[in-house]
């Protein structure tokens, strides 16, 4: 989807969508928060028959985690793939 939105977004300033997506995913990757500390997490919250919230908590953290690091893993991709050392697929178009 970003890459159709390259054509309207370039106009005339003489900047190539290459260019265009790759400061795009600079941007996002620097607001993107890194994956939370699970070991961290544990101990201040400890799963306990009396807490149930802290399981589900460490639970939704650990999805998060799984997302935080596609979201990462696929921005750092498409900055490989514009440098030419990635072959651009249909996911990360």
Known sequence: ALLLTVGSAA?????????VVGNVASDILKRVPQPWDIGAVAEKWPIVYEE???????????????????ILGSLKNIHKAIQGLLLMSAELE
């Open 11 to 19: 106009g005339g300033s003489g900047v190539g969508p290459e260019e």
């Open 52 to 70: 149930s919230m802290n399981t589900v908590l460490r639970q939704e953290l650990q999805r998060f985690n799984k997302l935080i690091n596609v």
